[in-house]
């Protein structure tokens, strides 16, 4: 059983060890507002140690490229490796979801779902290692032309507090599959369960320096990482001002840099969708980890003949939810931070000011205690497209309606704001699905489901401020390998 320590420290070469400056972070509990462990603040000599030890991890203190334990390992071993560690989190995932439910405030069920997916998430990768190859190309005569898959080296990763296991799962395990060594840095609002993973890869028998894991602050740690020389290729999930940062630090040395970046992801329903089976799935797409995903369903786009229905049914079932700490597993827990709570209550604030029509709201039971950050889910009717809370990510459980008229106006209205990342298309008209499939602008798009950003096969990123680059399913192995073409010419 894992038990949470009162001090976290960094994980640099399979070992716990203190940031350099002796400085930590208060660790704190979404539930009741309480510090209930320090973190290490790493900062950027923490950051060039760790990617020091993912160099030598890698590469080796040779001259030839990926001769080190890391590097030179086969494609098989490395399947291995990540497989044994799946099983290791699977062993261990009532007290990783414990863990996590504690450190970010989500429902118990909710935690518990997310390490079954980052088990998941390598047990995928685990089988992909040796399926990553190269092609031959035909060319002129007298040539063979193959392409070779390698790893960029060392890559970076930035994971945002949300879903904490479940990122790290999607970008690690990729990175690590196709051979890279890792150093991470974790959200300061959400770190303890990565630390807890990290040392289960050192028990799977990973070499010391493949993953590393630095905790800090973004401006300080995050902001070495994306900055450092020696890293190869960053991954960034979080807010689209902090995205464009990490991308020019990473410019500096020419760095790739996959960016997952939030959305306002619509869903679609018409006036002859299966009503009863949307329901429930409008709801949880907003409702899920409290709105704090960044594939959630935040608007819902309903034609005019069902408007009024839609937004009765729906208003049924935001009345019935009920928030309260994570480990009482209801509905929703609190929001991860005051920050987090402040930023949905101003939305809100706003939206109450322009007399916008607040259509229901759930409720916070009544013994969550008085210092958490709790936040009832509100359904919002007769959102003007323009509105900011038709526009930007509030990142809270807030759901925005708006009636449209034919399907020309909801396409224009669903493509009408920065993002990209998912939408939802709730129809029993086949052509329709179709044609809207094509025309809207997102990364994912769902027909009579919405999977909310899971699946680990399914490839997922956004468009415009949704960021670039695609996680998860095989084509996140293609971003973690950088292609080489080599040309023989025989007679
Ligand atoms: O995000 P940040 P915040 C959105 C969501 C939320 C808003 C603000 O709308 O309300 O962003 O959240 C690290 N260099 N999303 O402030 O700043 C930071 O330490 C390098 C959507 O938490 O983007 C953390 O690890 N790194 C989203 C990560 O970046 C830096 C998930 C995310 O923090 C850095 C989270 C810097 N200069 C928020 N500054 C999604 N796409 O799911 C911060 N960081």
């Keep these: 059983m894992l038990q949470v320590p009162e001090r976290y420290a960094l994980f640099i070469d399979n070992e716990p060890v203190a940031p350099l400056s002796g400085d930590t972070l208060p660790v704190v509990d979404p539930s009741d507002g309480s510090t209930f462990a320090q973190m290490g603040r790493g900062g950027g000599a923490d950051v060039d140690r760790a990617v020091r030890a993912a160099r030598r991890a890698f590469d080796g203190s040779g001259t030839e490229p990926a001769a080190g334990p890391w590097g030179r390992l086969d494609a098989v071993d490395r399947g291995r490796l990540l497989r044994r560690w799946a099983d290791l989190i699977d062993a261990n995932r009532e007290a990783l979801a414990r863990i996590e439910s504690r450190d970010t405030g989500k429902p118990l069920g909710q ?16 089988g992909a290692t040796d399926k990553l190859h190269g092609q031959t190309i035909p060319y002129r005569h007298g040539y063979t032309v193959l392409t070779l898959r390698e790893p960029h080296g060392v890559t970076g990763h930035i994971v945002p507090w949300n879903y904490p296991m479940q990122i790290f799962g999607r970008s690690v395990g990729a990175a690590l599959a196709a ?7 974790p959200a300061e609002d959400a770190c303890l369960s990565l630390l807890e993973v ?21 401006g300080e740690a995050g902001q070495a990482l994306a900055g450092h020389p020696g890293i190869d290729h960053i991954s960034f999930t979080g807010s689209p001002d902090t995205g464009r940062r990490v991308a020019q630090a990473a410019a500096t040395h020419h760095c790739p840099v996959t960016l997952e970046l939030g959305g306002k992801s619509p869903q679609l329903v018409f006036a002859d969708a299966d009503l009863e089976a949307a329901l429930p799935v409008l709801v949880n797409a907003i409702v899920q980890n409290a709105g704090q995903t960044c594939s959630a369903g935040s ?8 408007y009024r229905r839609v937004l009765e049914m729906l208003a049924g079932r935001f009345a019935a939810l009920r928030v309260g700490p994570g480990r009482d597993d209801l509905d929703l827990g609190p929001l991860v931070s005051q920050r987090q709570q402040q930023r949905v209550q101003d939305f809100l604030s706003q939206a109450h000011a322009d007399r916008l029509e607040f259509a229901a709201q759930g409720t916070v039971v009544e013994h969550a205690p008085a210092g958490g950050f709790y936040q009832a889910p509100v359904l919002v009717a007769g959102v003007p497209p323009a509105h900011r809370l038709a526009q930007e990510e509030v990142f ?30 709730w129809t029993r008209d086949g052509a329709r699905q179709l ?53 023989l010419r025989h007679g």
């Design 396 to 425: 809270g459980p807030v759901l925005a309606a708006t009636p449209f008229d034919d399907e020309a106006q909801a396409v224009a209205i669903a493509n009408g704001t920065r993002y990209g990342l998912v939408a939802g298309i």
């Design 179 to 185: 051979g890279n060594a890792c150093v991470v840095k």
């Design 198 to 218: 990290a040392r289960l890869a050192a028990e799977a028998g990973f070499p010391p320096g493949a993953l590393n894991i630095v905790t800090g602050l973004g």
């Design 111 to 126: 935690a518990r779902a997310d390490a079954q997916a980052l088990a998941r998430y390598f047990e995928f990768y685990a």
């Design 299 to 306: 608007r819902v786009l309903i034609e005019a003949p069902v």
């Design 435 to 487: 044609r809207l499939a094509r025309q809207l602008r997102a990364g994912q798009v769902f027909v009579n489901n919405y999977g909310a950003g899971g699946g680990v096969e399914l490839p997922f990123g956004g468009v415009g401020s949704s960021g670039y680059g695609r996680e998860k399913g095989f084509e996140a192995l293609y971003a973690f390998t950088s292609l080489k073409t080599v040309a």
